[in-house]
């Protein structure tokens, strides 16, 4: 059973700072990509940033210069630096991992943390 748990999310001011986590527990060998995503009430959710094992990376365009993704394959956490933090960024935030082998099998489905609220307002 592989299970994603998320820290970190909070409220905090515009123009301020936030840094989520996400670990991922159950006898991992190995995540391919962890990703970010959120959902603001009303509309669908979006990727924020993703990155492979390997250090690629890839952010949406509104959070490019802003939040930085990282992740610690050892421990199969990732992690979201949010920095200049904007009400727009007002969601809840939920941690990715696709590509999971468990005991040397590829599992066939993705899996997803239970969320993390973000709140940005003065």
């Known amino acids: 059973q592989v299970q994603l748990v998320e820290s970190g999310g909070g409220l905090v001011q515009p123009g301020g700072s936030l840094r989520l986590s996400c670990a991922a527990s159950?006898?991992?060998?190995?995540?391919?990509?962890m990703g970010w995503y959120r959902q603001a009430p009303g509309k669908q959710r979006e990727l924020v940033a993703a990155?492979?094992?390997?250090?690629?990376?890839n952010y949406a365009d509104s959070v490019k210069g802003r939040f930085t993704i990282s992740r610690d394959n050892a421990k199969n956490t990732v992690y979201l630096q949010m920095n200049s933090l904007k009400p727009e960024d007002t969601a809840v935030y939920y941690c990715?991992?696709?590509?999971?082998?468990?005991?040397?099998?590829?599992?066939?489905?993705?899996?997803w943390g239970q969320g993390t609220q973000v709140t940005v307002s003065s």
């Open positions: 990715n991992a696709d590509q999971v082998v468990v005991a040397g099998i590829l599992l066939p489905e993705d899996y």
């Open positions: 990155i492979t094992n390997g250090g690629s990376t």
């Open positions: 159950g006898s991992i060998l190995s995540i391919y990509a």
